[in-house]
């Protein structure tokens, strides 16, 4: 008797310090190349783990949506504590389900939620070193908080985009930012930004622009000519990767 195939949903928790993104890269260590080892391993085959989208290099996630098809019976639960068991403990496994067998992380996602953590006293702890951004230098901060909702709305993020293997294809820079907001929390200053989704780097380069609004180098004014239709302004500056979380992904 054939095994009927399956579509298995999950989420999953990384610490990306020391991957090189989520997309599988010969001979680099990457979180969708460690799962599709340790799930192939289990199925007996190889397998592809898809995700909701490709964090860089050292982008942590709280909870990456991902799939993968497979014929093995083990139950979800099982199936979590097999993958855990192998996994390194920089990368769990969390909340496992079946789904349907044409379910897709990334193209069936509707909202994606990011937040980075600028950590802004003197001396940064070096339990937190990994998953911060240390800033400790002067920045008005109500500047940045006023400027952090310029972003909200349907723009054109070319300006806040890397390049990208696949600009060939000459895809829309056009997303959707529902909501973009700085706010303190004892020692950190945290953005937290939810779209329709991602360009490449492009929520480093928001902070990294909002960041010079706080310096004094960039105005209101030098936000929105960003977002203006074909704007021909470089991206950048970008903030490093540390403080980068993928908090959540809705559909």
């Known amino acids: 008797m054939l095994a009927c195939p399956r579509r298995l949903r999950f989420e999953v928790a990384y610490d990306g310090t020391d991957f090189h993104g989520w997309q599988v890269q010969p001979g680099l260590p990457t979180i969708q190349g460690t799962l599709e080892e340790i799930v192939g391993s289990i199925e007996g085959c190889p397998v592809h783990v898809a995700g909701s989208g490709r964090t860089d290099a050292g982008v942590h996630a709280l909870a990456q949506v991902a799939a993968v098809s497979i014929e093995n019976p083990i139950p979800v639960d099982n199936f979590r504590r097999a993958v855990n068991r192998l996994l390194p403990?920089?990368?769990r496994i969390n909340h496992v389900s079946e789904t349907a067998l044409d379910f897709h992380p990334r193209f069936d996602a509707?909202?994606?939620t990011y937040e980075?953590?600028?950590f802004r006293e003197e001396v940064c702890p070096p339990f937190d070193r990994r998953f911060v951004y240390h800033h400790p230098y002067p920045l008005n901060e109500s500047a940045i908080c006023q400027a952090a909702p310029l972003l909200e709305g349907e723009h054109d993020f070319r300006a806040f985009?890397?390049?990208?293997?696949?600009d060939a294809a000459g895809g829309s820079k056009v997303r959707t930012i529902f909501s973009s907001r700085f706010e303190r929390n004892g020692a950190l200053?945290?953005?937290?930004v939810s779209g329709s989704g991602f360009l490449k780097h492009m929520v480093r380069n928001l902070?990294?622009?909002?960041?010079e609004v706080g310096k004094g180098n960039y105005t209101a004014d030098d936000v929105r000519?960003?977002?203006?239709?074909?704007s021909t302004i470089p991206p950048g500056p970008a903030v490093p990767s540390s403080g980068l979380f993928l908090v959540s992904v809705e559909y």
């Open 225 to 230: 000519a960003r977002l203006q239709p074909q």
């Open 189 to 192: 200053l945290i953005y937290r």
């Open 161 to 166: 985009a890397a390049s990208d293997e696949r």
């Open 207 to 211: 902070v990294g622009v909002l960041l």
């Open 110 to 112: 509707r909202r994606k």
């Open 116 to 118: 980075y953590r600028i």
């Open 89 to 91: 403990h920089t990368i």
